[in-house]
Nanobody, 121 residues
């Protein structure tokens, strides 16, 4: 039974930082790619940072240089360190696991967490 549980969201002022965590269980760390998505009400879900099964990261341009994805395989956990947060980063953040052809395509992900809210004012 695969389970993903996000934590670490909250409210911060612009320029602040947060670190999100996604604790995964039910599979070994190298089985799936892991990706952080975010969604604002009324808009499509957007992939922002992913790590493939070899541990190679990828980012959407809007977060490059500000966000860092990392993985602790011993804990089967991925993190998203978010620095220099902007009001446009306000969203519900989800982690997902899967084997997508395109890391940014949500259709390639089989498993999703419940999300954690990030609000930047």
């Amino acid at each position: 039974h695969v389970q993903l549980v996000e934590s670490g969201g909250g409210s911060v002022e612009a320029g602040g930082s947060l670190r999100l965590s996604c604790d995964a269980s039910g599979y070994s760390p190298r089985t799936y790619c892991m990706t952080w998505f975010r969604q604002v009400p009324g808009k499509e879900r957007e992939a922002i940072a992913g790590v493939d099964r070899d541990g190679t990261p990828d980012y959407v341009d809007s977060v490059k240089g500000r966000f860092t994805i990392s993985q602790d395989r011993a804990r089967n956990t991925i993190y998203l360190q978010m620095n220099d947060l902007k009001p446009d980063d306000t969203a519900m953040y989800f982690c997902a696991a899967g084997r997508p052809r395109d890391w940014a395509d949500e259709r390639g992900y089989n498993f999703w967490g419940q999300g954690t809210q990030v609000t930047v004012s």
